[in-house]
């Protein structure tokens, strides 16, 4: 969509100079992100002067995988 996008770690990370002059930022996570680096996230873009935060769920999937041969066997 002719977006720029930053693919961090943490909120240490961010810089304030990739919002500068932005109406909206974007924050996405994988499922394996814990909540908390994502909320910290939110919590500096806050602290650099966001003012309305939107969350948008996904689709929920319900994917199931089963365990390797060997971990059955051995259990």
Known sequence: MGK????????????????TDSQRV?????????EILVQNVVAKLKAWGGQTITEKTGIEERVVFSLPKDLRRSA
Do not use: F
């Open 4 to 19: 720029k996008a930053y693919l961090i770690d943490d909120a240490g990370e961010l810089q304030q100079d990739w919002i």
């Open 26 to 34: 974007g924050v996405t996570a994988g499922a394996s992100a814990p």
